[in-house]
């Protein structure tokens, strides 16, 4: 199974500013097939179910304010917050979909410093 | 617009089965691959089981394998999840999902129904 790791679990951050969560791979999830990255990110508010943000590692779904970017490739990959507001308060998962089962890093709580 | 509406969930003894139901709408539910992701209280997400389009083709996480069968009636619109022998762990929200391509990522969500086992 691959393994996501995110970092960190936690962050603070002032509104306005920016916010970084990281995501490692135990391997690399990049198809040769395409030259993608099958990661995808996910904002989950309390209460709430998941809410798909970023697929293939940079694309951002349709609807999904231009605040949020994703980068990197093969096994580390980072979902920027470019200028953070209020509503953006929740956990943030990444995931894998290389292969079945499909993993979940354990996610990244962010808040308002 | 799309809508994933699940059904099924409640306290049930370890031991015990339970079915869950997922009612689509919105959206041309038999071309799309489905899944059923979980979440235990406070916890992460674990994907749990999927079925292609077609019904043909169906993976289960390992935790769940040999328990839980995924099923779909594409003429209702259905997705459905059997779940056998139900352990303490099994303890979560369970989430119907919609694939847009088939490739294992999940554009739409249901609001979840609870599964709680608990003697």
Known sequence: DIVMTQSPDSLA????????????????VLYISN?????????????QPPKLLIYWASTRQSGVPDRFSGSGSGTDFTLTISSLQAEDV????????????WTFGQGTKVEIK | QVQLVESGGGEVQPGRSLRLSCEASGFAFNLYAMHWVRQAPGKGLEWVATLWYDGRNEKYADSVKDRFTISRDNSKKMLYLQMNS??????AMYYCVRDPLSYGWFDYWGQGTLVTVSS
């Open chain 1, 13 to 28: 951050v002032s509104l306005g500013e920016r916010a970084t969560i990281n995501c490692k791979s135990s391997q690399s």
């Open chain 2, 86 to 91: 139900l352990r303490a762990e099994d303890t």
């Open chain 1, 90 to 101: 929740a956990v943030y998962y990444c995931q894998q979909y290389y292969n079945s089962p």
């Open chain 1, 35 to 47: 030259n993608k990255n099958s990661l995808a990110w996910y904002q989950q508010k309390p209460g």
